[in-house]
Nanobody, 120 residues
Framework: QLQASGGGLVQPGGSLRLSCAASGFTLDRYAIGWFRQAPGKEREGVSCMTSSGIVLYYARFVKGRFTISTDNAKNTVYLQMNSLKPEDAAVYYC???????????????WGKGTQVTVSS
């Protein structure tokens, strides 16, 4: 299973680091994606990378502000979020795919989301 954590309330311009810890399996050979869903909106992809450290994509709305990374020793993937904007507020989910499509429909495991609120 996957466990996402690190969400919270932050002011605009602030930072948060989300973690996605895998248990029961290793992330080796998996692609790990971050997705988010804001109220009233569809879930959308944020970023995705392979366990070997290859970043497969960043959504255009987070490029230059968010960084995805992995710590294989900890079986954990991170999403460093800087310069947060109110429109970044959403429930953030991590997911793992035994492959590299990074498509929402291709994900094999999903973690429960973690709420990110950006407000002054």
């Amino acid at each position: 299973q996957l466990q996402a954590s690190g969400g919270g309330l932050v002011q605009p311009g602030g930072s948060l680091r989300l973690s996605c810890a895998a248990s029961g399996f290793t992330l080796d050979r998996y692609a790990i994606g971050w997705f988010r869903q804001a109220p009233g909106k569809e879930r959308e992809g944020v970023s995705c990378m392979t366990s070997s450290g290859i970043v497969l994509y960043y959504a255009r709305f987070v490029k230059g502000r968010f960084t995805i990374s992995t710590d294989n020793a900890k079986n954990t993937v991170y999403l460093q979020m800087n310069s947060l904007k109110p429109e970044d507020a959403a429930v953030y989910y991590c997911a793992a795919e035994y492959g590299t499509s990074c498509l929402e429909s291709g994900m094999d495991y999903w973690g429960k989301g973690t709420q990110v609120t950006v407000s002054s």
